[in-house]
Each structure stands twice: as structure tokens, then as C-alpha cells.
């Protein structure tokens, strides 16, 4: 079974940079599944933000413009999500997932000075 | 961009009641839609893939039905673990998921 676990810094200063890690256990980044992240504003929805596949083909959602870079490091089993220039609205817990059926337990992201 | 709609936004309900939650697609998805349950503070949990696969473990009390772009979400009798947060996505072209329906007790 496909296991997904996020981590990265929890605070992140505005105009900054978010990054983040996901790790996959239990099963190669290699296989068929596109991964994904998703993010959740506290009491909101979710959002799609982009997906790469084990070649590092990437699809970014168009409302993050050119703030998004998703990238897959086969050697360690694990995909990264980095974020630029940031504000508060990009606060939210951020979800890494592969497939539809194998989520992270999400990462909460604070952004603040 | 394909966009979902989902309604209603909220429902309130009672344990044993049967509950339908709709979702419909800006254009068409085929079968490419997932329904997730989504509980305070925990990831979303994947319920129905394909419209109307039911996900390994999920009780058999959820259906999903529909194809193109409109689709249902069923829970045929309502349990008290299964007031929650439910979104339908949709992974035809990239993802789009819908503004979400909470159950509420009624």
C-alpha cells in the first residue's frame, strides 16, 4: 500500500519561497500515477495546484501563473513542490497525492513575518 | 478549465436517511470522477473512483452514479461516522474539484 508523507518548514516569511517534500513509500514514483498537490485554506476548499509523472513531465493549475515548480527525484522516491513569492493567501495545509487514491496526511504552511 | 459545480452546499439529515449530493461538470469528463469524504483536520478520503468504482474498505452505503456531466453521490442510509465534508473531483483534464457539501446533523 502507497504511503505519502509531506514535510517541510511549517512558517515561511511573505515574498519568500515554500517548499516541500513528499516521500513515497510502499511503491515506486516509477509506476503510471501522475503526482499531485493540492492545498486547503483553513476553512475553505481544496485547489489543485499541479501534477508531475516519473519523466518530470509537469501541469501547473493556470491561477498560480508561473509561481509553481513541481520536480521528482526518482533516486529518493519523492516529488517537491516549490511556491514563489508568497503571501498570507498561500497559507494552507498542503496535501501531496499520487493518483486519486493515495493522499499525505497534509502539512499545515503559515505565512507570516 | 473544466469547472465542477456541486450542490447542495449544505444538507442537513438524520441517521437512516438516504442522502444525495450532485455534481456537474462545465463539459464532459466521461467517467473520470472521484467523490471524496473529508473530515475537520484529516486528508480527504477517497470513496468512489470512476463515477462508480467503490474504493477498497469504503462501505457499501456510498454509490456513485452518472457519466459525461452529471453525477450523484449516494449514502442510502446515513450513519453517524458519516457526517463529514464530501467534494467530487474531476481528473479527465488535470483536476478540478467542487466547492464541497457538508452533511450536517439534523
Known amino acids: 500500500q502507497v504511503q505519502l508523507q509531506e514535510s517541510g518548514p511549517g512558517l515561511v516569511k511573505p515574498s519568500g519561497t515554500l517548499s516541500l517534500t513528499c516521500a513515497v513509500s510502499?511503491?515506486?514514483?516509477?509506476?503510471?500515477?501522475?503526482c499531485s498537490w493540492v492545498r486547503q485554506p483553513p476553512g475553505k476548499g481544496l485547489e489543485w495546484i499541479g501534477e508531475?509523472?516519473?519523466?518530470?513531465?509537469?501541469n501547473y493549475n493556470p491561477s498560480f501563473k508561473s509561481r509553481v515548480t513541481i520536480s521528482v527525484d526518482k533516486s529518493k522516491n519523492q516529488f517537491s513542490l516549490k511556491v514563489n513569492s508568497v503571501t498570507a493567501a498561500d497559507t494552507a495545509v498542503y496535501y501531496c497525492?499520487?493518483?486519486?487514491?493515495?493522499w499525505g496526511q497534509g502539512t499545515l504552511v503559515t505565512v507570516s513575518s | 478549465d473544466i469547472q465542477m459545480t456541486q450542490s447542495p452546499s449544505t444538507l442537513s439529515a438524520s441517521v437512516g436517511d438516504r442522502v444525495t449530493i450532485t455534481c456537474r461538470a462545465s463539459q464532459s469528463i466521461n467517467s473520470w470522477l472521484a467523490w471524496y469524504q473529508q473530515k475537520p483536520g484529516k486528508a480527504p478520503k477517497l470513496l468512489i473512483y470512476?463515477?462508480?468504482s467503490l474504493e477498497s474498505g469504503v462501505p457499501s452505503r456510498f454509490s456513485g452514479s452518472g457519466s459525461g456531466t452529471e453525477f450523484t453521490l449516494t449514502i442510502s442510509s446515513l450513519q453517524p461516522e458519516d457526517f463529514a465534508t464530501y467534494y467530487c473531483q474531476q481528473y479527465n483534464y488535470l483536476w478540478t474539484f467542487g466547492q464541497g457539501t457538508k452533511v450536517e446533523i439534523k
Open positions: 470512476k463515477a462508480s
Open positions: 508531475i509523472n516519473y519523466s518530470g513531465s509537469t
Open positions: 497525492a499520487k493518483g486519486v487514491e493515495a
Open positions: 510502499g511503491g515506486s514514483i516509477s509506476n503510471n500515477n501522475w
